[in-house]
């Protein structure tokens, strides 16, 4: 049993698809299938049910995935401590980030930290909070960064700043700068998906504000920001984004931005870690840079491209 085993299995599990696993680890396929083949012959066990579609862990495979997990923080937690005498900073960050820190935050925090330590690389999926929050507690990310305050004794939280998002329309539709509520209900809505953290704090605010968002027309749902403000551009419909993605988009979208009374709604940007995790020297110091850079931030501070305080 070797770590490139015990990676290909989390992977997989992860993934439920050999190939996803493969191109997630820059492995081959049948790479990947050697690896979960030679882990089952060693253990005697099943760890996966193979289907036409997908593979799912068999009650062998959950009852080993902990052991695994466990074995792959044991040597993060050996590569720390002899990475920190050598005062040496290398090797691979995995990062489940929502939207807005994807676009607000990594950038800079990237930028900044490979001017310091180049020798390190990313890992970067764009998710849903539900869906991150799933890959810190399964340890196949390092790092987490979610739009909505988390609440559990499973992770470590850093809250970073409060995010305030607008809602926006097609220069052409003349939308006023302030509308009421039920005016709301005239326009085709293009939502974020059911799991996004912006939609749940705005269905929320709409609720507290006595709104039947049952009664709302949703056009589109999509979690890819690029789509659903072309579409808003088009005339489809209003959506909703991060004030200071807004700001990004406008500058070359025909788009404006709107309030409606009596609804603010405003998201919590934190990061998260495992608690079980022991996260790399890379990770460790990657973290420590983003609550440097982000908690409790300005708009200076967030939309500056130049200027970086020190490690």
Same mark, same amino acid.
Request: net charge negative.
């Given at each position: 049993?070797?770590? $490139?085993?015990?990676?290909?299995?989390?992977n997989?599990? $992860?993934? +439920?698809?050999?190939?996803?696993?493969?191109k997630?680890?820059?492995l081959?396929q049948?790479?990947?299938?050697?690896h979960? =083949?030679? @882990?089952?012959?060693?253990?005697?066990?099943?760890?996966?049910?193979?289907?036409?579609?997908?593979v799912?862990l068999?009650p062998?495979?959950?009852?080993?995935?902990?052991?695994?997990l466990?074995?792959?923080?044991? /040597?993060n937690h050996?590569?720390?401590?002899?990475?920190r005498a050598n005062?040496t900073i290398?090797?691979?960050i995995?990062?489940?980030? =929502?939207?807005? *820190?994807?676009?607000?935050?990594?950038p800079k925090?990237?930028?900044?930290?490979? =001017? @310091?330590?180049?020798?390190?690389?990313?890992?970067?999926e764009? $998710?849903?909070?539900?869906?991150?929050?799933?890959?810190?507690? %399964?340890?196949?990310?390092?790092?987490g960064l979610?739009g909505?305050h988390?609440?559990?004794d499973?992770? %470590?939280?850093? %809250?970073?700043?409060?995010?305030?998002f607008v809602?926006?329309a097609?220069d052409?539709?003349?939308? *006023?700068?302030v509308i009421?509520?039920?005016?709301l209900?005239?326009? /085709?809505?293009?939502? &974020? =998906?059911?799991q996004?953290?912006?939609?749940?704090e705005? !269905? &929320?605010n709409?609720?507290?504000?006595?709104?039947?968002?049952? @009664?709302l027309d949703?056009?589109?749902?999509t979690?890819?920001?690029?789509l659903?403000?072309?579409l808003?551009?088009?005339? @489809?419909?209003i959506?909703?984004?991060? /004030?200071?993605?807004?700001e990004?988009?406008?500058k070359?979208l025909?788009?404006?931005?709107?309030?409606?009374?009596?609804v &603010? *709604?405003?998201?919590?940007? !934190?990061l998260?870690?495992? /608690?079980?995790?022991?996260l790399? *020297?890379?990770?460790?110091?990657?973290s420590?840079?983003i609550? &440097?850079?982000?908690?409790?931030h300005?708009?200076?501070?967030?939309?500056? +491209?130049?200027?970086?305080p020190?490690?």
């Open positions: 049993m070797d770590f $490139k085993q015990l990676e290909a299995f989390v997989v599990a $992860k993934y +439920k698809n050999f190939s996803k696993a493969g997630a680890l820059y081959s049948p790479t990947i299938s050697m979960i =083949s030679n @882990l089952e012959k060693e253990l005697g066990v099943s760890l996966f049910d193979r289907t036409s579609k997908e799912n068999t062998s495979g959950h009852e080993f995935m902990r052991y695994a466990d074995m792959i923080n044991m /040597k050996a590569l720390h401590d002899m990475m005062d290398k090797g691979a995995q990062i489940s980030t =929502s939207s807005t *820190p994807n676009l607000i935050i990594l925090a990237i930028h900044t930290f490979q =001017s @310091l330590h180049p020798d390190v690389c990313f890992f970067i764009e $998710k849903s909070t539900n869906l991150i929050l799933e890959d810190v507690c %399964a340890l196949t990310a390092d790092i979610v909505m988390v609440v559990s499973r992770f %470590a939280t850093h %809250a970073l700043f409060d995010d305030d809602f926006v097609a052409h539709m003349h939308v *006023p700068p009421e509520l039920s005016d209900r005239q326009f /085709k809505i293009i939502h &974020r =998906s059911a996004s953290a912006t939609r749940i705005l !269905e &929320r709409f609720v507290e504000q006595g709104l039947d968002i049952s @009664l949703t056009v589109v749902e979690d890819d920001l690029n659903l403000m072309v808003v551009e088009k005339g @489809l419909g959506s909703y984004i991060s /004030k200071h993605i807004f990004q988009y406008q070359s025909a788009i404006s931005a709107f309030s409606i009374k009596g &603010r *709604p405003q998201k919590h940007i !934190e998260i870690v495992n /608690k079980r995790r022991t790399s *020297p890379a990770a460790e110091d990657f420590k840079l609550i &440097r850079l982000f908690q409790n300005d708009d200076e501070n967030c939309n500056s +491209k130049s200027v970086y020190p490690l």
